[in-house]
């Protein structure tokens, strides 16, 4: 489709110019005429420089121009402005925006861990970033971006089954240019940004950018005002990955380096970049809505029996079989992890601590009280900190063999090192409480051969893809005052090997065909290692959490452990089992009783066809109609993050998508008016979906669904002065089957819709409208005065599987403005602004698991203002 916001006047540089793309011939120049019309936007999409409006793929193109004068500073950003496009900053339990949670017409991933691919590819200069932690990209002085929407698995292949995003950062200029700016803005924010373009020789060129960004947080820690907090037990879970626990949330720094150096002898082109990116901030997390009551959960969950053990007598907890559980940890084991030990904390052990004689040494109940009403205040005072370091390396070569045929090679190598803490509840007590630590670093290989043929009537591309991955993540998470301590350690690997072609051929001026198509061949290698510290499971046996089942007899209540905190794990039970087989816990050896998760490493193999067909019409100049087929796939993985023993391993398979799209696009009135619109059918089947079972996030192909919908596009320059860009986006996504094994697939609930065939997708809105109308005004010194504003209507929508109540988003109406001045020659500008200026606030991710009793979530930023100063010699 057409670009939504970059064609903006002719006057802007083309991002062609901004990118120093290579041989981008027909690319408008820095600085070109003022025709009054549209400018031309030159693209990569098909693996080739063309025209946006001669690809035939539903396209949504961002200069970087643009994206700076629309306070655009990541990609999660890009999603006001591009229709079917849900892209958030965020996702459950991780407390940082570093993530993204891509969704492109119904399809994509909200989840952080490596056990689940993204479903929108993001690509930098050609690499594939395959985890969502750190795809949320800064955007630092990028030529252009863009989103392509529907699966790509051609030529893009693997987990694009949504679409992708392509981001090409700005190459070295031919002349030295040294550009910045300064900004400041609501909640002390600080950016400052910079470049500086350097050439060394008449063929090399350098270019080293920029960019520090400081802000405090918008949401306030406030003390609860009780003084039983001084009463409350505290810990602090898991030190291993650090402490911080501010007194702002929402907040952060971030600091970018990117250098460049180009190298053109004519017919061999190199390209060597590295970045690096230090990341570090607070999440605002409020507490929606406590569910502490069985009645209401279906079982006893821990907030519960959080609060069972503080009020009830001693004697009621000795008849509930809840004495073990609220007393101490006793016994420590080996760790799973290589070469570490097990953090143990102690848990509640305060058995009847509210029944005593004096109520002033009473402690804090968990309960709905720690509900502030307010989303920017929290009565949160455990660890909150993000700390994230990126680090990329690549090289691109293009080398012309003959005037028709070119050779580019990718080489790319990133990694990243990620460290977490989150408070979870909401509240100054130990609810819950996650802890994360993740180490990722990949390698890829990309030949490309892309070429015409027959006087330019035929076009192709082909190529081999080779992709190498390997990681670690430690999942530490700690329930109920440490009751239910999970420490799991796993470990990852990679491979992937593809081989792909498309060949574009033009019959006539009148009708060209599209004929592509991609193998991939991939192994996956997983080893987990999840542990629960506290020996929850030995401590509930004989106690109500088992009532109806045999381990529900009271008798057997002291049989796996005791009041001091002890465990018991080969200890006989009725029946002949001793209490680790009967507790279903993976391994009959008691040199690590607590290990939950089966022993050695776990390999799944993938094989994958992902064709193309499309048929262009061209009935006059300016207009193509165009038909296609495409199919995309993402590969299938494990269930990694349990907290209950399990005897085997849980797997899903990959998920596929066919769709059918037909599309328009268009240029009228001297290339005054642009309009382009799209229509989709997508089959989407085996679909990957993260829920959750009792307290363990668990993913599974939980069926199918159809997905239909239409994109509009329209840029229009009627005058000089007036640019006008439209966008309208419907998408129907909804379930036809549902597999009945699929817990979340159970009836709705108090709190939850759940998932039901007819039902619409998470984190796909039916409707999204932009309007974003552009205003250029000349000044008599050569200046100009520029007014922007973007209004973007979103429709209501589910943000996770199961439909929780106080996680669901309300339609929103933001509202995005600035008024920029433009000095004569653009030595310098001056902009003010402001974002979100509604102050539409709306839950963007959450976290609800019944099975603790918490749902949580991160709302939106309120209103900001800015003020930048941008200047350029």
Same mark, same amino acid.
């Given at each position: 489709?057409?670009?939504?916001?970059?064609?903006?006047?002719?006057?802007?540089?083309?991002?062609?110019?901004?990118?120093?793309?290579?041989?981008?011939?027909?690319?408008?120049?820095?600085?070109?005429?003022?025709?009054?019309?549209?400018? /031309?936007?030159?693209?990569?999409?098909?693996?080739?420089?063309?025209?946006?409006?001669?690809?035939?793929?539903?396209?949504?193109?961002?200069?970087?121009?643009?994206?700076?004068?629309?306070?655009? *500073?990541?990609?999660?950003?890009?999603?006001?402005?591009?229709?079917?496009?849900?892209?958030?900053?965020?996702?459950? +339990?991780?407390?940082?925006?570093?993530?993204?949670?891509?969704?492109?017409?119904?399809?994509?991933?909200?989840?952080?861990?490596?056990?689940?691919?993204?479903?929108?590819?993001?690509?930098?200069?050609?690499?594939?970033?395959?985890?969502?932690?750190?795809?949320?990209?800064?955007?630092?002085?990028?030529?252009?971006?863009?989103?392509?929407?529907?699966?790509?698995?051609?030529? +893009?292949?693997?987990?694009? &089954?949504?679409?992708?995003?392509?981001?090409?950062?700005?190459?070295?200029?031919?002349?030295?240019?040294?550009?910045?700016?300064? $900004?400041?803005?609501?909640?002390?924010?600080?950016?400052?940004?910079?470049?500086?373009?350097?050439?060394?020789?008449?063929?090399?060129?350098?270019?080293?950018? +920029?960019?520090?960004?400081?802000?405090?947080?918008?949401?306030?820690?406030?003390?609860?005002?009780?003084?039983?907090?001084?009463?409350?037990?505290?810990?602090?879970?898991?030190?291993?990955?650090?402490?911080?626990?501010?007194?702002?949330?929402?907040?952060?720094?971030?600091?970018?380096?990117?250098?460049?150096?180009?190298?053109?002898?004519?017919?061999?082109?190199?390209?060597?970049?590295?970045?690096?990116?230090?990341?570090?901030?607070?999440?605002?997390?409020?507490?929606?809505?406590?569910?502490?009551?069985?009645?209401? $959960?279906?079982?006893?969950?821990?907030?519960?029996?959080?609060?069972?053990?503080?009020?009830?007598?001693?004697?009621?907890?000795?008849?509930? *079989?809840?004495?073990?559980?609220?007393?101490?940890?006793?016994?420590?084991?080996?760790?799973?992890?290589?070469? %570490?030990?097990?953090?143990?904390?102690?848990?509640?052990?305060?058995?009847?601590?509210?029944?005593?004689?004096?109520?002033?040494?009473? %402690?804090?109940?968990?309960?709905?009280?720690?509900?502030?009403?307010?989303?920017? $205040?929290?009565?949160?005072?455990?660890?909150?900190?993000?700390?994230?370091?990126?680090?990329?390396?690549?090289?691109?070569?293009?080398?012309?063999?003959?005037?028709?045929?070119?050779?580019?090679?990718?080489?790319?190598?990133?990694?990243?090192?990620?460290?977490?803490?989150?408070?979870?509840?909401?509240?100054?007590?130990?609810?819950?409480?996650?802890? !994360?630590?993740?180490? %990722?670093?990949?390698?890829?290989?990309?030949?490309?051969?892309?070429?015409?043929?027959?006087?330019?009537?035929?076009?192709?591309?082909?190529?081999?893809?080779?992709?190498?991955?390997?990681?670690?993540?430690?999942? =530490?998470?700690?329930?109920?005052?440490?009751?239910?301590?999970?420490?799991?350690?796993?470990?990852?690997?990679?491979?992937?090997?593809?081989?792909?072609?498309?060949?574009?051929?033009?019959?006539?001026?009148?009708?060209?065909?599209?004929?592509?198509?991609?193998?991939?061949?991939?192994?996956?290698?997983?080893?987990?290692?999840?542990?629960?510290?506290?020996?929850?499971?030995?401590?509930?046996?004989?106690?109500?959490? +088992?009532?109806?089942?045999?381990?529900?007899?009271?008798?057997?209540?002291?049989?796996?452990?005791?009041?001091?905190?002890? &465990?018991?794990?080969?200890?006989?039970?009725?029946?002949?089992?001793?209490?680790?087989?009967?507790?279903?816990?993976?391994?009959?050896?008691?040199?690590?009783?607590?290990?939950?998760?089966?022993?050695?490493?776990?390999?799944?193999?993938?094989?994958?066809? @992902?064709?193309?067909?499309?048929?262009?019409?061209?009935?006059? /100049? =300016?207009?193509?109609?165009?038909?296609?087929?495409?199919?995309?796939?993402?590969?299938?993985?494990?269930?990694?993050?349990?907290?209950?023993?399990?005897?085997?391993?849980?797997?899903?398979?990959?998920?596929?998508?066919?769709?059918? /799209?037909?599309?328009?696009?268009?240029?009228?009135?001297?290339?005054?008016?642009?309009?382009?619109?799209?229509? !989709?059918?997508?089959?989407?089947?085996?679909? %990957?979906?993260?829920?959750?079972?009792?307290?363990?996030?668990?993913?599974?192909?939980?069926?199918?669904?159809?997905?239909?919908?239409?994109?509009?596009?329209?840029?229009?320059?009627?005058?000089?002065?007036?640019?006008?860009?439209?966008?309208?986006?419907?998408?129907?996504?909804?379930?036809? !089957?549902?597999?009945?094994?699929? =817990?979340?697939?159970?009836?709705?609930?108090?709190?939850?819709?759940?998932?039901?065939?007819?039902?619409?997708?998470?984190?796909?809105?039916?409707?999204?409208?932009?309007?974003?109308?552009?205003?250029?005004?000349?000044?008599?010194?050569?200046?100009?005065?520029?007014?922007?504003?973007?209004? $973007?209507?979103?429709?209501?929508?589910?943000?996770?599987?199961?439909?929780?109540?106080?996680?669901?988003?309300?339609?929103?109406?933001?509202?995005?403005?600035?008024?920029?001045?433009?000095?004569?020659?653009?030595?310098?500008?001056?902009?003010?602004?402001?974002?979100?200026?509604?102050?539409?606030?709306?839950?963007? @991710?959450?976290?609800? &698991?019944?099975?603790?009793?918490?749902?949580?979530?991160?709302?939106?930023?309120?209103?900001?203002?800015?003020?930048?100063?941008?200047?350029?010699?």
């Amino acid at each position: 489709m057409a670009c939504v916001l970059c064609t903006a006047v002719v006057s802007q540089t083309s991002y062609a110019a901004e990118a120093g793309s290579a041989r981008p011939e027909g690319a408008a120049q820095e600085g070109a005429k003022d025709t009054g019309g549209l400018q /031309e936007i030159i693209v990569t999409a098909q693996k080739r420089v063309e025209s946006a409006q001669t690809v035939p793929i539903a396209i949504s193109v961002f200069s970087g121009k643009t994206l700076s004068e629309r306070a655009v *500073g990541n990609v999660s950003q890009l999603a006001s402005v591009a229709p079917n496009v849900n892209f958030d900053n965020g996702v459950a +339990f991780t407390g940082t925006t570093a993530v993204l949670a891509a969704s492109i017409r119904g399809i994509g991933a909200s989840d952080f861990a490596f056990n689940i691919d993204p479903g929108v590819g993001v690509y930098v200069d050609g690499i594939y970033l395959a985890r969502s932690l750190g795809a949320n990209q800064d955007l630092l002085d990028t030529g252009r971006i863009e989103v392509l929407k529907g699966p790509q698995g051609t030529l +893009f292949g693997r987990n694009t &089954i949504g679409g992708a995003v392509s981001i090409v950062t700005r190459d070295p200029s031919s002349t030295f240019r040294v550009a910045g700016d300064i $900004t400041k803005g609501r909640f002390d924010k600080t950016e400052a940004r910079g470049a500086i373009d350097m050439p060394l020789t008449d063929k090399v060129t350098s270019l080293v950018t +920029f960019d520090v960004r400081n802000s405090d947080g918008y949401s306030q820690r406030i003390p609860f005002p009780s003084a039983l907090v001084n009463n409350s037990p505290s810990y602090t879970a898991y030190p291993q990955t650090g402490y911080d626990s501010p007194s702002r949330e929402g907040g952060g720094s971030n600091s970018s380096l990117r250098g460049k150096i180009r190298y053109d002898g004519g017919n061999l082109r190199l390209t060597l970049s590295a970045d690096y990116q230090y990341n570090t901030e607070t999440a605002a997390y409020s507490l929606l809505q406590v569910l502490n009551d069985p009645a209401v $959960t279906g079982s006893p969950n821990f907030a519960f029996l959080y609060n069972t053990c503080l009020s009830a007598p001693t004697g009621a907890l000795q008849s509930l *079989g809840l004495m073990n559980l609220c007393s101490t940890f006793g016994t420590q084991y080996p760790s799973v992890r290589r070469g %570490q030990t097990t953090p143990v904390n102690i848990v509640v052990n305060t058995p009847g601590a509210n029944t005593g004689a004096d109520p002033s040494k009473y %402690q804090l109940l968990f309960t709905n009280q720690f509900i502030t009403g307010n989303p920017d $205040t929290t009565y949160a005072n455990g660890n909150n900190f993000s700390n994230l370091w990126n680090l990329g390396i690549t090289l691109n070569g293009e080398y012309d063999i003959a005037s028709n045929l070119m050779l580019k090679s990718i080489t790319g190598y990133r990694s990243s090192h990620w460290r977490s803490g989150l408070d979870g509840d909401g509240s100054p007590l130990d609810i819950f409480q996650l802890s !994360f630590y993740q180490h %990722q670093a990949q390698f890829s290989q990309e030949f490309q051969f892309v070429g015409n043929a027959l006087d330019k009537k035929l076009n192709y591309v082909a190529g081999l893809y080779f992709f190498t991955e390997r990681g670690y993540l430690l999942d =530490q998470v700690s329930f109920a005052g440490g009751m239910d301590q999970i420490d799991g350690p796993n470990w990852f690997k990679t491979t992937n090997y593809a081989t792909f072609a498309q060949v574009d051929y033009r019959l006539s001026d009148f009708i060209g065909f599209t004929l592509g198509g991609r193998y991939t061949h991939e192994n996956k290698d997983f080893e987990g290692g999840q542990q629960e510290v506290n020996g929850l499971f030995y401590k509930l046996v004989g106690s109500v959490a +088992f009532a109806g089942t045999p381990l529900g007899n009271t008798a057997l209540s002291n049989v796996c452990a005791d009041t001091s905190g002890n &465990i018991y794990p080969g200890a006989v039970l009725i029946g002949g089992q001793t209490c680790q087989q009967a507790l279903g816990y993976p391994t009959a050896n008691n040199s690590n009783p607590l290990r939950i998760y089966p022993t050695g490493i776990n390999t799944k193999v993938f094989n994958n066809f @992902s064709p193309k067909l499309g048929v262009q019409l061209h009935p006059a /100049e =300016q207009v193509m109609l165009y038909g296609s087929f495409s199919a995309g796939y993402k590969t299938g993985g494990w269930t990694t993050r349990y907290t209950t023993p399990q005897t085997s391993v849980s797997g899903f398979n990959p998920e596929k998508a066919d769709t059918f /799209e037909i599309g328009l696009k268009s240029t009228f009135l001297g290339r005054k008016l642009q309009f382009n619109v799209a229509a !989709f059918d997508t089959n989407y089947r085996g679909i %990957q979906l993260n829920y959750q079972v009792g307290t363990s996030p668990t993913i599974a192909n939980v069926g199918n669904a159809r997905i239909k919908g239409v994109e509009v596009e329209v840029n229009a320059r009627p005058t000089r002065i007036l640019t006008l860009n439209a966008s309208l986006g419907y998408t129907d996504a909804h379930y036809t !089957f549902l597999d009945p094994a699929v =817990q979340v697939t159970s009836a709705p609930t108090s709190y939850e819709a759940g998932a039901t065939v007819g039902g619409t997708l998470p984190k796909t809105p039916h409707w999204k409208t932009n309007l974003g109308p552009r205003f250029d005004f000349p000044l008599g010194n050569g200046g100009k005065i520029s007014a922007l504003a973007d209004y $973007t209507y979103t429709s209501s929508m589910r943000n996770n599987v199961e439909g929780t109540f106080a996680l669901d988003r309300a339609a929103t109406n933001v509202v995005n403005a600035s008024l920029i001045y433009t000095a004569p020659g653009e030595r310098y500008t001056v902009t003010v602004g402001g974002t979100n200026i509604t102050n539409d606030r709306y839950v963007t @991710s959450g976290s609800a &698991i019944p099975a603790s009793g918490v749902i949580a979530g991160t709302y939106s930023r309120p209103s900001e203002w800015y003020a930048r100063f941008g200047f350029k010699f």
